[in-house]
């Protein structure tokens, strides 16, 4: 996904980030609890906010809604 707005610029806004170091974060937790360093039920309950979080970073977003 490439951020640009509607003028064609690429936009600096920070949340951009958030999406894709949201993905790493759940990546890493769902391997901790592959090799038992997380439990199963922290693995269950860390991941989905990981999401919502990165998720919703894009809600608020004015440079990509226009």
């Not at 600096?12 to 769902?30: D, F, N, S, W």
């Amino acid at each position: 996904m490439n951020p640009e707005n509607s003028s064609g610029n690429v936009c600096k806004c920070g949340h951009h980030k958030v999406m894709p170091i949201a993905l790493i974060l759940i990546g890493i937790v769902v391997l901790c609890g592959t090799f038992g360093w997380l439990s199963p039920m922290a693995v269950n309950v860390i991941w989905p906010i990981l999401l919502i979080i990165g998720a919703g970073s894009k809600l608020g977003c004015k440079c990509c809604n226009k």
